[in-house]
Antibody, heavy 122, light 111 residues
């Protein structure tokens, strides 16, 4: 069965860095686009970034562009999110998700991890 | 302010039918891009409920259905059950932003 397990969250000071990881299993990781989606406490979902199956195509939300870097290691079945220059407004649960191509438009996420909490506070 | 607009809350009694709207614009739903729906039960990760406007993944009851018209989409839930109490999110693609967008979410309360 498809499993996505995030790790690396925690408490970090404003301006600090954190690297999230997502370990994938139960499917051929290298065949799928993957996304990071976050949810601030008590708020809705916000798409953060996605990466193509080969890693050559990457998109970011404007709110994280220039500060976050998505990457993947298909040999290790792992997805990463390097987060730099963190701000209080980056505080959220970060979900890793497997993507499927839509008939028209961007991908949708058919499997989600349980999430990892990132808290940015002094 | 979300690109896709959903009502903050809806409610219904067990057995009733409720609908949740998702209103977009000409750069997303109105441009013909697919709409997808997610269900988030309290304290859990979101789960795909409807994809491609009106398709249910395996395991999702046929009480859940999706539709799309013009710049809006809707999620309908019939035969409401207590376990349907959750937050529901719509998602589409926006050509102006060049990425996927979510609605603000709708909290469904089963009375």
């Amino acid at each position: 069965q498809v499993q996505l397990v995030e790790s690396g969250g925690g408490l970090v000071k404003p301006g600090g860095s954190l690297r999230l990881s997502c370990a994938a299993s139960g499917f051929t990781f290298s065949d799928y686009y993957m996304s990071w989606i976050r949810q601030a406490p008590g708020k809705g979902l916000e798409w953060v970034s996605y990466i193509s199956s080969s890693g050559t195509t990457i998109y970011y939300a404007d709110s994280v562009k220039g500060r976050f870097t998505i990457s993947r290691d298909n040999a290790k079945n792992s997805l990463y999110l390097q987060m730099n220059s963190l701000r209080a407004e980056d505080t959220a649960v970060y979900y890793c998700a497997r993507d499927q191509a839509a008939r028209r438009g961007g991908p949708f996420s058919d499997y989600w991890g349980q999430g990892t909490l990132v808290t940015v506070s002094s | 302010q979300s690109v896709l607009t959903q009502p903050p809350s809806v409610s219904g009694a067990p057995g009733q039918r409720v609908t949740i709207s998702c209103t977009g614009s000409s750069s997303n739903i109105g441009a013909g891009y697919d709409v997808h729906w997610y269900q988030q039960l309290p304290g859990t990760a979101p789960k795909l409920l409807i994809y491609g406007n009106n398709n249910r993944p395996s395991g999702v009851p046929d009480r859940f259905s999706g539709s799309k018209s013009g710049t809006s989409a809707s999620l309908a839930i019939t035969g409401l059950q207590a376990e349907d109490e959750a937050d529901y999110y719509c998602q589409s693609y926006d050509s102006s932003l060049s990425h996927v967008v979510f609605g603000g979410g709708t909290k469904l309360t089963v009375l």
